[in-house]
């Protein structure tokens, strides 16, 4: 019996560690960030050491969309901790671990207008090392 290499086994992440970003341009992530100024759950900022990332309000997954409203600024804790929880469960678990936030004015800070030219201005200068790119 002839011997065959055995397939190739093609294992495909859908996202590689370090390359969570590429559903959002750079430059309205940025902007994102600096609208929001920090997590829009617990706080953080990028200057406490915070590990920033946008989140969607309304999760893709259940029909939320990329629009500027729908993003915010959350900390990789909270982000990992919101998981796939709608908004409403999120807010519930959030509380028992001391996170409390209100929607209404996440959304109101959501639906201020992202300053791109000031993100891409941000970029340009490169001062976002600590920002996930
Ligand atoms: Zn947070």
Redesign the pocket.
């Known amino acids: 019996m002839a011997t065959r290499k055995p397939a190739k086994k093609v294992v495909k992440f859908a996202r590689k560690p370090g390359d969570g970003s590429k559903w959002l341009r750079p430059s309205k992530r940025i902007a994102i960030y600096a609208r929001d100024g920090g997590?829009v759950?617990?706080?953080?900022t990028a200057e406490s050491g915070?590990q920033l990332t946008v989140d969607h309000i309304v999760a893709s997954v259940d029909g939320g969309s990329n629009a500027d409203d729908n993003l915010v600024t959350?900390?990789m804790?909270?982000?990992a901790a919101k998981g796939k929880r709608s908004p409403s469960q999120w807010r519930t678990h959030a509380a028992t671990k001391g996170?409390v936030f209100s929607w209404s004015d996440i959304r109101r800070q959501a639906r201020k207008p992202l300053d791109r030219a000031a993100a891409l201005r941000v970029l340009a200068d490169r001062k976002v090392a600590r920002l996930a790119a």
């Open positions: 997590c759950y617990c706080g953080k915070a959350a900390c804790g909270c982000n996170i």
